[in-house]
C-alpha cells in the first residue's frame, strides 16, 4: 500500500508539472508500467492476464475507436453481439423424442451472469413445438367449480392487479441422465434444463376472490391450447398460496416458446407443470391423470409402484466455474481464482452452501453472493489459491463437489443417499452395488429412475487444467 501511495503521488506531481504533456503513448506506459502492476496485484488479477507495456491493445487506437458506430435506428430490437456466439441454447438428439418438436433446448450456464436469465436463452421444453398464438383471438376459460364460470380475453386479464416476482423453473429431469453415472461430460447438458427469470401477472387467488372457489373443489386442471394440449393437475392448496398466470417475463411479453401470451407459474414446482399458451383452468374433486401424470413425469421405485404426485423440486446446487466448457487451462500454480457456482430449492431459500474439494469427505463453507430470494436462483463462490503441484500429474486431485441447503431444513443428498436411502451403511451399500437383488426396495428411488435428482453432483480437475463430470457415489 506505500509503494501503491507513493507512486501516485510521484505520478501526481509529474502530471502537476507538465511532464507528460509531451510525451509520446510507449513513454507514457512505461512511465506507468509499475503502477498497473501494483493494481492488479491488488485485485489477485492472474499473472496470465497482466496487460505487457507493449501489449498492441494498448498502444494502437483500436478499429471501431475510428469510425462511424451504428445508428440507434438499426436493431429495433437488440441483437447480443456477434463475439459472444457461444452463448446459445443448445439441444441434442439423445434427449428428443424423435423429432424437435418434442424436445428441449438447454441454457449455457455455464455464461450465466447474476440470477436472471435472458429471455432468449431461457430453457424450453416443447410436446408439439413452439405454437404462435394470436393475443387477439386467445381465451382463457375458467369452469367447473367455481361460483361464477368466465371466459377472459387477455385485456381482461390484465385489468386484476398484476404483481411481478423472480423465480426459477425447472424441468423434474433435470441432471435426470445422472442417476446411474455422469453422461455428458458438459455443464449445459447436466444441469441446464432450467433458467431463472422476473415474472409479471397476476396471482390465481385474486380471480377466485371475483369468481368464488367452492369447498369441494380440491384440484385445478391446467390445459393448454398448443396441439398436445398439454394438462396438468395442480392441488387447490398451491393454487391458492402462489401459483401466478404470467404474461411477461424480464420486462417484455413472454415469448413464444415460454407460452406467449399466458402461461401457468407454480414456483419451486416441476417446470412442466407450468403449462404454456394456456387455454383453461377448470376445478375439481379429483385429479384428472392426464398423459403427462400417468405415463410420464412419474417415478417407478424398486417396489414396482410409482411416484405419481410430487412436485416440488428439491434443494440442488451445481459448480458452473470450472466446468468443462469453463476450464482452467490458462492458470498456473499460485493463482487466485473464483469458484462460482448456483444453488436453488423449489421448497423455499437457500440458507448456506458448502464446497468440497475431495469429492466430498471434507466441506468448507462457500460465500453467498447477491439477493437471496425464495424459490429463486441464489448464486455462490469461493476464492481459491491453485495449489502447489496443479500442473503435476503427482500433484493432489481436486473434485469440486458443492452442497446447498434450505430453510425448510433439507440438504443435498450423496448418490448412495438418494438412490438407497438415507439411512444406508456402507456393509449395505457395497453388497447392493454388486448385487441388486440385495437391494432393500424400501429404500430410496433406484437406479432406474430419470426424475428429481439432487444428489450432489463432482467435477475432476485435471493436472493440465481441464475439467471432467465425474460421480462420487458416497464418502
Known amino acids: 500500500m506505500e509503494k501503491l501511495k507513493e507512486i501516485l503521488k510521484r505520478n501526481s506531481k509529474q502530471i502537476d508539472k507538465g511532464d507528460t ?10 512511465k506507468t ?15 496470465t492476464l497482466k496487460a505487457e507495456i507493449d501489449d498492441p491493445a494498448i498502444m494502437h487506437h483500436p478499429s471501431w475507436g475510428q469510425s462511424w458506430g451504428d445508428p440507434v435506428t438499426k436493431n429495433r430490437y437488440g441483437m447480443p453481439s456477434r463475439y459472444e456466439h457461444n452463448n446459445t441454447r443448445r439441444n441434442t438428439d439423445l434427449l428428443a423424442s424423435g423429432n424437435a418438436r418434442a424436445s428441449i433446448a438447454v441454457t449455457p450456464i455455464h455464461e450465466s451472469e447474476g440470477i436472471i436469465t435472458p429471455n432468449g436463452l431461457f430453457f424450453s421444453r416443447c410436446h408439439g413445438g413452439t405454437a404462435h398464438v394470436d393475443p387477439n383471438e386467445w381465451r382463457l376459460m375458467i369452469n367447473g367449480l367455481v361460483e361464477k364460470p368466465i371466459v377472459l380475453t387477455l385485456e381482461q386479464l390484465k385489468r386484476y392487479p398484476r404483481i411481478t416476482r423472480t423465480h426459477f423453473i425447472e424441468c423434474p429431469a433435470n441432471g435426470g ?19 431463472c427469470a422476473e415474472w409479471t401477472g397476476v396471482y390465481i387467488k385474486t380471480i ?37 398466470l404470467v404474461w411477461g417475463q424480464n420486462g417484455e411479453a413472454l415469448r413464444p416458446e415460454q ?8 414456483p419451486g414446482w416441476e417446470g412442466n407443470l407450468c403449462v404454456k399458451w394456456l387455454k383453461r383452468l377448470e376445478f375439481g374433486e379429483e385429479p384428472w ?30 459448480v458452473v ?34 464446497l468440497s474439494f ?9 460465500n453467498i453472493k447477491g439477493l437471496v430470494l425464495p424459490k429463486c436462483w441464489t448464486r455462490w463462490s469461493y476464492m481459491y489459491k491453485i495449489p502447489k503441484g496443479f500442473k503435476n500429474k503427482n500433484g493432489k486431485q481436486i473434485i469440486l463437489t458443492s452442497r446447498a441447503m434450505d430453510d425448510a431444513g433439507f440438504i443435498q443428498p450423496t448418490v448412495d443417499q438418494e438412490v438407497f436411502g438415507k439411512d444406508v451403511n456402507a456393509a449395505y451399500l457395497e453388497a447392493a452395488l454388486k448385487d441388486n437383488s440385495k437391494i432393500d426396495k424400501t429404500k430410496g428411488m433406484g437406479v432406474e429412475s430419470v426424475y428429481h435428482r439432487n444428489a450432489v453432483e463432482s467435477w475432476e480437475v485435471t493436472e493440465n487444467g481441464e475439467v471432467n463430470h465425474v460421480q462420487i457415489r458416497t464418502v
Open 289 to 318: 391423470y392426464a398423459k403427462e401424470e400417468t405415463s410420464k413425469y412419474t417415478a417407478l421405485k424398486p417396489t414396482g409402484k410409482a411416484v405419481q404426485h410430487f412436485y416440488a423440486n428439491e434443494v440442488n446446487s451445481t
Open 259 to 266: 407460452g406467449y401470451p399466458v402461461r401457468l407459474l407454480l
Open 33 to 47: 508500467g509499475a503502477f498497473s502492476a501494483v493494481a492488479a496485484a491488488s485485485v489477485m488479477a492472474p499473472s
Open 177 to 195: 441422465q445422472e442417476w446411474r453415472r455422469p453422461q455428458y461430460n458438459s455443464l449445459q447438458f447436466a444441469k441446464g434444463f432450467m433458467s
Open 208 to 244: 377466485l376472490k371475483d369468481l368464488g372457489l367452492k369447498p369441494n373443489a380440491k384440484w385445478m386442471l391446467a390445459e393448454g391450447s398448443d396441439n398436445s394440449e398439454m394438462g396438468r393437475s395442480v392441488p387447490v392448496d398451491k393454487v391458492l398460496d402462489d401459483a401466478m
Open 321 to 354: 466455474t470450472p466446468s468443462p466448457e469453463k476450464p482452467w487451462t490458462n492458470l498456473k500454480e499460485g493463482d487466485v481464482v473464483e469458484i462460482e457456482g448456483l444453488a436453488w430449492s423449489g421448497m423455499g431459500t437457500i440458507t448456506r452452501v458448502d
Open 358 to 366: 475431495d469429492g466430498g469427505n471434507n466441506y468448507v463453507p462457500a
Open 21 to 30: 504533456i509531451g510525451l509520446d503513448r510507449r513513454a507514457f506506459f512505461k
